[in-house]
């Protein structure tokens, strides 16, 4: 697996993808800098689908304090997030 911003970001839309399409909602155009949750693209349900994901792919282990929108928010704080957890940023 690739630990690289761009490679990130790509597998996180790919997921947000698919939740969304569970829920009859298009989230093909969604930008790496948009908010997810604002979005309405997947619902509570489908952020925890989410996030159980993220930590799962990329062995990560998130303390309830870092779930805030500045960390989580959108596919390109996510990655900033994973990268700097792991120190690579």
């Known amino acids: 697996m690739t630990l690289d911003k761009d490679s990130i970001i790509a597998a996180i839309k790919t997921k947000v993808v698919e939740i969304a399409r ?11 800098d ?21 930590e ?15 960390n989580l928010g959108s596919m390109e704080m996510m990655a900033n997030f994973l990268l700097k957890r792991k120190s690579i940023l």
């Open 56 to 70: 799962s792919t990329y062995d990560l282990h998130i303390a309830s304090e870092d779930f805030t929108i500045d």
């Open 22 to 32: 569970t829920l009859d909602c298009d989230a093909s155009d969604l930008q790496p």
């Open 34 to 54: 948009e908010i997810i949750p604002a979005t309405g693209v997947i619902d509570s349900a489908g952020l925890l689908e989410l996030l159980a994901w993220f």
